[in-house]
């Protein structure tokens, strides 16, 4: 099956921009969302449907598609931004449609 | 408001069964185009999904896990199941459900707080 792979650690200076990637085959077929993780809790949506945002979730958050490669971008990045990120799309290689996550980015705020 | 929240045993032996529930409010698996999903994490690892139901009883499984996995909704109580046969250490993890969304995408827009369920004799 297909996979979707995250850098393990990204680091961004405090009101800087962050960018965080995703790669996989199935995301040339299929949006990727976003989820962040703080530490202790559960995963929350932050970009859905290529960038669309839920409500709550700040504009500094944006998401982008190139190729087989979804950006998640953060203007301006905050101290409470700093968590981990995971993607998701839809699997587009298995007969039996399924799910796949990326394995997920650790974001510093320096 | 949609909340979920997930129920179940914190402890469980090798080999033996678990079942975990997912009890759900602010929407309905009947009739609204959603579903519910199962997903896990092991402490410090990365998510990883596990079974879906969507609302016109449409399922999908994990190929990795398929043969172990079962996932079944009662829609009069909100509820959403998820059995796991033959659990072994390493699927000590936090089970989350959570509800899914899609258009021809697909996301996970509300999550439970999570259980974390621990497989030790």
């Known amino acids: 099956s297909s996979e979707l792979t995250q850098d393990p650690a990204v680091s961004v200076a405090l009101g800087q921009t962050a960018r965080i990637t995703c790669q996989g085959d199935s995301l040339r077929y299929y949006y990727a969302s976003w989820y962040q993780q703080k530490a202790g809790q559960a995963p929350v949506l932050v970009i859905y449907?290529?960038?669309s945002r839920p409500s709550g979730i700040p504009d500094r958050f944006s998401g982008s598609i190139s190729g087989d490669t979804a950006t998640l971008t953060i203007t301006g990045a905050q101290a409470e931004d700093e968590a981990d990120y995971y993607c998701n799309s839809r699997d587009s290689s298995a007969n039996d449609p399924h799910v796949l996550f990326g394995g997920g980015t650790k974001l510093t705020v320096l | 408001q949609i909340t979920l929240k997930e129920s179940g045993p914190t402890l469980v032996k090798p080999t033996e069964t678990l079942t975990l529930t997912c009890t759900f409010s602010g929407f309905l698996l009947s009739s609204d185009e959603v579903g519910v999903a199962w997903i896990r994490q092991p402490p410090l690892k990365a998510l990883e999904w596990l079974a879906l139901i969507y609302w016109d009883d449409e399922r999908h499984y994990s190929p990795a896990l398929k043969s172990r996995l079962s996932i079944t909704k009662d829609t009069s109580k909100n509820q959403v199941v998820l059995t796991m046969t033959n659990m072994d250490p390493e699927d000590t993890a936090s089970y989350f459900c959570?509800?899914?969304?899609?258009?021809?995408?697909?996301?996970?827009?509300?999550w439970g707080q999570g259980v974390l369920v621990a497989v030790s004799s």
């Open positions: 959570a509800r899914v969304t899609y258009s021809r995408s697909l996301w996970f827009d509300t």
């Open positions: 449907d290529k960038n």
